[in-house]
């Protein structure tokens, strides 16, 4: 297998030189694999670069990729990413660190776990056997186990402990050649919950093999200060983005429950009786929410064209008009058995409303708005 260890560099003038060589004796332990070492260069002004080129005079297996400037850890993989799949056509592309964070011996562990048929070979540092190194400050530690504990619930990916490892192994067919790289949701640290979760959807094997992880060696940490709100964005994202017609549906719902509720309360008191009230609120309400969730909660699958669009409206109104209906009558015999007052009516328009809620639901996403299957 052709593999690429992609190395982002930002001032490392320090470890990079060291690392090349040490990583060059690892090699040798696995001799059938074609290994490679790629370099993005964040533009250092400690002179990183020209470290990288004398010793790509010694070996042939180094690269060295530029960046006009540094653009955040993020930019700098997929960069790096896109010339080892495209331009050096890898099968399988590694992340690691230039400081010695990440021990150059691990390297070939991940490989042998990719050669085993794993698609995604994390080095975790939150598994059994796996550390962060003893003298983080308390704050530190608790974020990053925090954080990750996190990530795996509200993602809801269980077989994952570290989320944020830079340390990884990744198979390019079906896999890197198939990840959005250009819509990234960040070009900083939190890029890589971005991809794992992708990596994830993608139906990737994925295998956590235990790291120790190190303390810096040389140089100092370039971790921004915004990584823990920047990834909590990105985790929030992802959730939001998978569940996008459940939240919107929700909101449309609340509004359609602020018309609804609203205008039943202002009929009911005003000029109608409990019962017509709830069928007129309620289909005020419905000719609303037909509107926004059309253009909004399942906007991508709005319904085009007259005919069409005549006829989702006819099967929404016949549909709909079933638990305004069951309301109505709810609502009517409510009043006439236990009094005509504003908690026995809105009571029983509350009972209604949740079942409409669940049959809508249900008939929006199953049959109205189901999405034509390509
Ligand atoms: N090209 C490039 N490399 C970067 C950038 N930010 C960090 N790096 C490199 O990415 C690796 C990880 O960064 P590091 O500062 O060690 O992060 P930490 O381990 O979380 O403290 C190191 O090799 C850095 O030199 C960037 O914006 N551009
Ligand atoms: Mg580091």
Same mark, same amino acid.
């Given at each position: 297998?052709?593999? @690429? ?6 001032n ?20 059938? $694999?074609?290994? $490679?070492?790629?370099? @993005? ?12 080129r004398?010793?790509?005079k @010694?070996?042939?297996?180094? !690269? ?10 993020g ?17 399988? %592309? ?7 964070? !990440? ?27 796996g ?16 954080? &990750? ?5 509200? =993602?809801?990916?269980? #077989?994952? &402990?570290?989320?944020? /490892?830079?340390?990884?192994? /990744? ?28 990596? $994830? ?9 235990p ?15 915004? &990584?823990?709100?920047?990834? =909590?964005? @990105? ?5 939001y ?11 449309v719902?609340?509004?359609? +429950? ?8 202002? =009929? ?24 926004? &969730? ?15 669009? %005549?006829?989702? +409206? ?15 009558? =709810?609502?009517? +015999? ?25 049959? #809508? ?14």
């Open positions: 297998m052709k593999i @690429v260890i992609v190395i982002p560099t930002y490392e003038a320090d470890n990079i030189g060291r690392l090349t060589d040490v990583l060059q004796q690892e090699f040798l332990k696995r001799p059938k $694999h074609d290994f $490679h070492i790629l370099v @993005v260069e964040g533009n250092s002004p400690d002179g990183t670069a020209n470290i990288v004398e010793k790509m @010694v070996y042939p297996n180094l !690269h060295l990729l530029m960046e006009k400037v540094k653009a955040g850890l930019a700098a993989y997929v960069y790096g990413f896109k010339e080892a799949m495209n331009g050096m056509r890898a099968d399988v %592309v590694v992340e690691m660190d230039a400081d010695f964070q !990440h021990d150059p011996k691990d390297v070939v562990r991940l490989i042998d776990e990719i050669e085993k048929g794993y698609d995604y070979v994390v080095g975790s540092r939150f598994t059994k056997g550390s962060i190194p003893e003298e983080w400050a308390f704050k530190r530690k608790f974020f990053s186990v925090g954080g &990750n504990i996190f990530s795996k619930f509200v =993602l809801g990916i269980f #077989n994952v &402990n570290d989320f944020t /490892s830079g340390f990884k192994a /990744s198979r390019v067919k079906g896999f890197v050649d198939r990840l959005p790289l250009d819509t990234i949701l960040s070009q900083g640290f939190a890029y890589k919950i971005d991809l794992l979760f992708k990596m $994830h959807r993608l139906g990737a094997k994925i295998k956590e093999v790291i120790k992880f190190g303390l810096r060696d040389r140089g100092d940490s370039k971790m921004e200060k915004n &990584n823990m709100t920047d990834s =909590l964005r @990105v985790v929030v994202t992802l959730r983005n998978e569940n996008k017609n459940f939240v919107r549906f929700l909101v719902g609340g509004i359609g +429950f602020i018309v609804d509720a609203g205008l039943f309360n202002i =009929l009911r008191i005003g000029i109608l009786s409990s019962r017509s009230a709830a069928l007129a609120s309620g289909f005020t309400a419905m000719i609303v929410t037909f509107l926004l &969730n059309n253009y909004w909660s399942f906007g991508e699958r709005k319904i085009d064209g007259t005919k069409k669009k %005549v006829l989702g +409206f006819v099967v929404y109104i016949v549909s709909s008009s079933i638990p305004i209906a069951v309301r109505s009558r =709810l609502v009517g +015999f409510s009043v006439n058995t236990f009094g005509d007052t504003t908690l026995v009516s809105n009571t029983a328009f509350l009972i209604g409303i949740i079942f409409g809620l669940i049959w #809508n639901f249900t008939v929006y996403s199953k049959i109205i708005w189901k999405g034509d299957k390509k």
